[in-house]
């Protein structure tokens, strides 16, 4: 059973930047594609960034296109989102999700499969 451990989630600066990360563990990562959510308090997830088992495809949220970067190390079964010109908008709980597979319109919470528990990102004025 795959696992998912978040981590990196800390208060920021706007403007800042940050990377987050999401370790698998249990089996490996590799088949899967990857996903980032983020849950602001009351809200549903939103959708964020997604890329394929091989790294080759990335998709974007429109808000964040353009600043955050997704990215993956199957061989340190790790996924890693990299944030940058960060704004106090983004303040929310990340979560890293997995699911059997990728396309650009898996951007909803219910098409994924196995969820980590979530890493806390804060940006101040």
């Known amino acids: 059973q795959l696992q998912l451990a978040e981590s990196g989630g800390r208060s920021v600066p706007a403007g800042g930047s940050l990377r987050i990360s999401c370790v698998a563990s249990?089996?490996?990562?590799?088949?899967?594609?990857m996903a980032w959510f983020r849950r602001e308090p009351g809200d549903e997830r939103a959708f964020v960034a997604a890329?394929?088992?091989?790294?080759?495809?990335?998709t974007y949220a429109n808000s964040v296109q353009g600043r955050f970067t997704i990215s993956r190390n199957n061989n340190e079964n790790t996924v890693f989102l990299q944030m940058d010109s960060l704004s106090p908008d983004v303040t929310a709980v990340y979560y890293c999700?997995?699911?059997?597979?990728?396309?650009?319109?898996?951007?909803?919470?219910?098409?994924?499969?196995?969820w980590g528990q979530g890493t806390q990102v804060t940006v101040f004025p």
């Open positions: 999700a997995a699911g059997f597979q990728f396309s650009r319109d898996r951007v909803h919470s219910s098409q994924y499969d196995i």
């Open positions: 249990g089996r490996a990562m590799s088949p899967y594609a």
């Open positions: 890329i394929s088992w091989s790294g080759v495809y990335r």
